[in-house]
């Protein structure tokens, strides 16, 4: 199983400039989540799923946008980059609920640079 | 809301050397405490999940303990490859969906 899958692993912006960050995982795990990691601050999280067609705020949404068409697929977009949003994002998915289920299991992560 | 206070920033211990690591919380109703390991440029790889008061976990040199207030992952004797950053997550019963980190300890064992 490749697991969770995030792509691009870098990519550097403009400001202003919008992009897609792509997650997918081969799990079928109902739960997809994004967080972005900053020095200091941890990880905080941005837009959550619970399943397809079902998407909720996290802690830090303003600025992404988040859509779940599908099981498999979480993509997350940035609408107009701003230097502010320069960080590295995780995309993370679980089973679902009850505690057989709710671990976690992360990508390797996207490097955004916005300039 | 929920919120997680990990202490201490970092850590720095000689091989062999067994610490703890403290993990305080404040959450409406615990239904997990999640502790992870993160390497260098790479995603969290979850240790463990506590539910209760009480409970212990333990994964070769790691053993993770949570009371009412606070989680600690102690590490005996550890080895360099121990090395990384520990993160500890709460998720409160109103809030299943959101996973509260905090900021993680940085943990380096030299030789």
Redesign the interface.
């Known amino acids: 199983n490749a697991g969770v899958t995030q792509t691009p692993k870098f990519q550097v912006l403009k400001t202003g400039q919008s992009m897609t960050l792509q997650c997918a995982q081969d799990m079928n795990h109902e739960y997809m989540s994004w967080y972005r990691q900053d020095p200091g601050m941890g990880l905080r999280l941005i837009h959550y799923s619970v399943g397809a067609g079902i998407t909720d705020q996290g802690e830090v949404p303003n600025g992404y946008n988040v859509s779940r068409s599908t099981t498999e697929d979480f993509p997350l977009r940035l609408l107009s980059a701003a230097p502010s949003q320069t960080s590295v994002y995780f995309c993370a998915s679980s089973r679902g609920q009850g505690q057989a289920n709710e671990k976690l299991f992360f990508g390797s992560g996207t490097q955004l640079s916005v300039l | 809301e929920d919120q997680?206070t990990q202490s201490p920033e970092a850590l720095r211990l000689q091989e062999g050397e067994s610490s703890s690591l403290n993990c305080s919380y404040t959450v409406s109703g615990l239904?997990?405490l999640?502790w992870?390991r993160q390497d260098p440029?790479?995603?969290?790889?979850?240790l463990f999940?506590l539910?209760s008061a009480g409970e212990e976990k333990e994964k070769e040199r790691l053993k993770a303990t949570l009371t009412k207030k606070e989680s600690f992952l102690h590490i005996t004797a550890p080895k360099p490859e121990d090395s990384a950053t520990y993160?500890c997550?709460v998720?409160g019963t109103d809030s299943?969906?959101?996973?509260?980190?905090?900021?993680?300890t940085q943990v380096v064992v030299t030789p």
């Open positions: 997680v239904r997990g999640f992870y440029g790479k995603g969290p790889e979850f999940t539910y993160l997550a998720r299943w969906g959101k996973l509260q980190f905090g900021a993680g």
